[in-house]
């Protein structure tokens, strides 16, 4: 029996019509598919931004106490030397003898010179283990 012209089309169409079907299928899962690891890969940004800014708060206000800390030793050898400065220059009014004026400048100079460096070693100290405390976050990461 011979098709009709009608029936020949939609004998043609039909498997067209299944594969545009399965094609629109795949795509959408294929979308979907898509979607949910961009989901994913969003998600885990998310996380690593927030752990940054939690860990960059932290370290913010670490910098700030050591800062703190700094400008205060600072001030406090700044008094100190300018009072050593002062009694220094109060006893060389007193002085007669030159060789006692050379005896307490020495004195002072030496005096202020060890002041000095024990003071900076002990703000370089500070900046070390603040370096140090600072870079553990990123000693953590570097070793996952």
């Known amino acids: 029996m011979a098709k009709s012209p009608k029936a020949a089309a939609k004998a043609k169409t039909a498997p067209k019509a299944k594969a545009e079907a399965y094609s629109t299928e795949a795509a959408t899962k294929m979308a979907d598919e898509s979607m949910e690891k961009l989901t994913g890969f969003a998600s885990t940004l998310g996380a690593f931004a927030e752990g940054g800014m939690k860990t960059l708060a932290e370290r913010a206000s670490a910098s700030t106490e050591v800062m703190r800390t700094l400008g205060s ?72």
């Open 73 to 144: 030793r600072n001030m406090d050898f700044f008094t100190r030397t300018l009072e050593q400065g002062v009694e220094a220059s109060q006893a060389l009014t007193s002085v007669k003898d030159p060789r006692q004026a050379m005896e307490i400048q020495t004195g002072f100079a030496k005096s202020l010179f060890s002041a000095y460096t024990s003071e900076m070693n002990a703000q370089a100290e500070l900046c070390m283990l603040a370096w140090r405390d600072a870079a553990k976050p990123l000693s953590a990461w570097t070793t996952k």
